[in-house]
């Protein structure tokens, strides 16, 4: 009888001196399984109660116990030291210096593309005007039909496009937005710009971009005439360039406006004498505007001889580069810091 408790303590004493072996998580785990387990050698001892008379049985059970009591212990305390030197090792490999000085990020600036378009809307919105949003990706339907522009029209060439399939595109101008502001008027007056995305297959140069940012401009009502137009333009601009900038209103044609005007700015680089900028003229071009066709307006669900309006399409980039004299369109695109921070707020 006495044997079976000798042989307790033995494996209980053997186990803990093997304790000595663990050096890290991986044995740890090895030793949890080994020693600890119900199919552990201590844990198969129990078994052998049955063979013990009655009165000894419970003495066995403690003496049991006790042993898996002192190989707990001995497992806790090792378990916690191993944690311990995990964590002291861990804090001494991502000490930090706090006395170091910080990065220094560099800030950029609010692109002068934003900074503008911000602008334009300011002003249109401090006139009365809603601002409207329409889709990137366009359908021929709204980009060219609704805009008096029939399949084979020359005028869709100068606009020539990116098709996703052959009756949807990425538009060409804001102009759709036109069509789609006074579908959801029906028939009522209505005053909207709508900023937003156009692109074409034009050839990248200093004043031209494939992908390139309008503001397109609509009003429709009662007795507006060209007047209203040149009033409302004229305003827009001394706005955006000051009392001396030079303007130049200039007889146009877009199938959509009838008559149609293009207003040229003078250049931000040679104040009007010609340079490469301007390709020689002294004038860069900002927009195209004029009164809307009447073709448009009934397409639109608006009687011409009773209804009457304006629009106009901006180009925010031109804008942008005779408001801050930037020589290159394509340094709005290419996020060079050099560039940005001069528009810092700072
Ligand atoms: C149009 O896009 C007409 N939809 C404008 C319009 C609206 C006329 C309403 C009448 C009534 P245009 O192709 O001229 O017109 O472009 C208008 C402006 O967009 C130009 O004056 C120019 O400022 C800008 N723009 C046009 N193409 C480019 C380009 N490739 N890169 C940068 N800006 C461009």
Redesign the pocket.
Known sequence: MSEIFSKVSQIKDKIISEMSSVKDEASLKEFQEKHLSKKSELSQLMSEIKNLANEEKAKFGQCMNEARAAVNEAFQKKAQEINDALIAQKLKRETIDITLPGYNYKMGGINPFYLVQDEIIDTFVSMGYEVKEGPDVESDYYNFER?NIPANHPARE??DSFYINPTTLLR????PE?ARAMDEKGGKPLMMICPGK?F?R?D?DV????????I???VVGKGITLANLKGTLELFIRKMFGEKREVRFRG?Y?P??EP????DVTCMNCGGKGCPTCKGTGY???????M?HPNVLKMSGYDPKVYSG??????????AMLRYGIDD?RKIYQGDVRFIEQFSRK
């Open positions: 805009m100068m606009q060409t101008h804001t102009s036109q156009c074409r034009d990248d004043t031209h971009s494939h992908q390139f940012g309008q397109e401009g609509l146009s877009f959509f406006t149609s005007v293009e207003v860069i071009e900002i927009l195209g505007a004029g809307v304006f629009a106009f399409g901006v180009g925010i980039e031109r804008v369109i």
